[in-house]
């Protein structure tokens, strides 16, 4: 009788955690890694700082100058290493390639040749180089907006064999990055500021006058 009744199978799904690459391996390249970054620039500067001061006998001035330095030129070494071997992966990557052809081709060629037009042309006309301000405007808003992706595909990764609708997860998540950035981009002390103080100061256009008084704080309160 026992055999006769046999209890049916659940159907129901195991749910299972998606890693990258394990559970340690993830924490310790994209959870450790950036927080011992962090540290480590620390650590250059107030060591370079420290040298500036004791060794050389630099003024404060100079040895900040040079703790930042110092932290920018580990920067750059880390932003090299991190672009090729992305580069490697993607364009080496057919079947990627097949599929974004031509947002792959155009992607780094448009900016680049934008930005050497615009340094070009106002070198050429002898106008004031603050104009190549703009190109740092552009590099200012683009910045965030490649953190924003790279977290969006982060989440998308961990959440790839969830049960729920691709498209609505997919919009959720991106809604998420988006909100989240956007409300530190405008409530991070010297960025939104910032930009609009030297389009004004650099090339008179009045972007301070027309934000109100407590225009930053409602767009935070908005943005949050």
Known sequence: MASGDSVPESTTPVLRQNWVLGPISDFLLIIAAPV??????????????R?????????AEVAIRNGVTAVLSIFM??????????????????????????????????????????????????????????????????????????????????????????????????????????????ATADWLPDILYRIQLGHGLPVLDWLPVQGLHVMELIAL
């Open 36 to 49: 011992l970054g962090l540290f480590w620039a620390v650590a250059t500067y107030h060591i370079a700082y």
């Open 51 to 59: 040298i500036s001061i004791d060794v050389y006998q630099h003024p």
């Open 77 to 186: 070494v880390f932003n090299v290493a991190h672009h090729l071997p992305t580069f490697i992966r993607i364009y080496g990557d057919r079947d990627l390639v097949r599929r974004f052809r031509w947002s792959l081709l155009l992607g780094p060629v448009v900016p680049l040749a934008a930005s050497i037009a615009l340094a070009s042309y106002v070198i050429a006309k002898d106008i004031d180089i603050g104009f190549i301000l703009y190109i740092n405007l552009i590099l200012i808003l683009w910045d965030p907006w490649h953190f924003l992706m790279q977290h969006y595909g982060f989440m998308r990764i961990y959440d790839r064999h969830n049960a729920a609708p691709r498209k609505l997860a997919g919009w959720m998540d991106y809604g998420i990055c988006t909100s989240w950035f956007v409300f530190i981009m405008i």
